[in-house]
């Protein structure tokens, strides 16, 4: 099994920038990619980024390329996303997956962090 835990939510105006972590512990070894969904209240959950964990390849949404960036700490087994020029559209639940291979589609993550709260205020 593996845990995933976020953090690194809050509350930050239009314009500011936001630091959010996912430390994975367990059975890491079998994570080949990481995500990060996000979730406004009434719409459904939405791909924001991806990277496969062994490998270069780095993937974003076009609502957040260029703003947002994926990375990981491989020794701490975290995985980051920062996010600057924060918007009130950005402003959703996000959560932290893994799965057996990189997709934007949530299929082929079988573990989920339980999420963070964004609140960008305008």
């Known amino acids: 099994q593996v845990q995933l835990v976020e953090s690194g939510g809050g509350l930050v105006q239009a314009g500011g920038s936001l630091r959010l972590s996912c430390a994975a512990s367990g059975r890491t070894g079998i994570l080949y990619a990481m995500g990060w969904f996000r979730q406004a209240p009434g719409k459904e959950r939405e791909f924001v980024a991806a990277m496969n964990w062994g490998a270069v390849g780095t993937y974003y949404a076009d609502s957040v390329k260029g703003r947002f960036t994926i990375n990981r700490d491989s020794a701490k087994n975290t995985v980051y996303l920062q996010m600057t020029s924060l918007k009130p559209d950005d402003t959703a639940v996000y959560y932290c997956?893994?799965?057996?291979?990189?997709?934007?589609?949530?299929?082929?993550?079988?573990?989920w962090g339980q999420g963070t709260q964004v609140t960008v205020s305008s």
């Open positions: 997956a893994g799965g057996g291979y990189y997709s934007s589609s949530v299929t082929p993550y079988d573990y």
